[in-house]
């Protein structure tokens, strides 16, 4: 089963013909919905950088990242923090993406910039409702993308 930023994710990977990577931790997160959103709290107010599970070898192959995300209390999963420490992405275009309950990004593009001072993170990333995910069709992406205005 996808989840709703990973369905996003593949939507865009068929778009751009580009390589996917999950950004998956290394401690599972709990199977109980609530008990995951308590732990993100958690997490989050104690800055946690969970580890993660994989690693990308050869981040100098690319310049274009798209970097999704569900939101987390108004933020990224810390685990996104882990990320954008481990991987200087200066040069690059970095293309945020999100779901959400409601808060769209919140302040999570201008935090993507301050991890990442020398990247270009655009401002006009794509958030999606979790309950509008499911609906969202390749052309819907396609569009998206196309107006980004970049070339692969
Ligand atoms: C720990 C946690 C915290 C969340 N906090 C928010 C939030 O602050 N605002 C919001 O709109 N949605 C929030 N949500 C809802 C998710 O952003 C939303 O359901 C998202 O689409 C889940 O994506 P996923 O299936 O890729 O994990 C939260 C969900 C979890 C698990």
Redesign the pocket.
């Known amino acids: 089963m996808y ?4 369905y996003l994710a593949h939507l865009i990977q068929r778009v751009t013909g580009g390589e996917l990577f999950l950004i998956q931790t290394e401690a599972r997160y709990p199977a109980d ?1 609530d008990a ?2 308590t ?3 958690k997490e989050g107010k104690a800055k946690a950088r969970p580890k993660l599970a994989s690693h990308i070898e050869n981040i100098a192959d690319y310049e274009i990242v798209f970097l999704g995300f ?6 990224m ?1 810390m685990a996104l923090y882990t990320f954008l420490e481990e991987y200087d992405l200066s040069g690059k275009t970095v293309i945020p993406f ?7 990004f ?1 302040d999570t593009v201008s935090s993507i910039q301050s991890q990442e001072p020398k990247a270009k993170v655009v401002t006009n990333g794509l958030t999606v409702l ?1 309950s509008n ?1 499911a609906n969202s069709k390749f052309e819907d992406i396609d569009k998206w993308v196309k107006s980004l205005g970049l070339s692969f």
């Not at 999100?98 to 769209?104: I, Q």
Request: glycine share 18%; no cysteine.
């Open positions: 989840g709703n930023t990973q919905y995951t959103v732990q993100g709290d569900p939101n987390w209390w108004y933020d999963p999100s779901t959400s309950g409601g808060s769209g919140s979790d995910v």
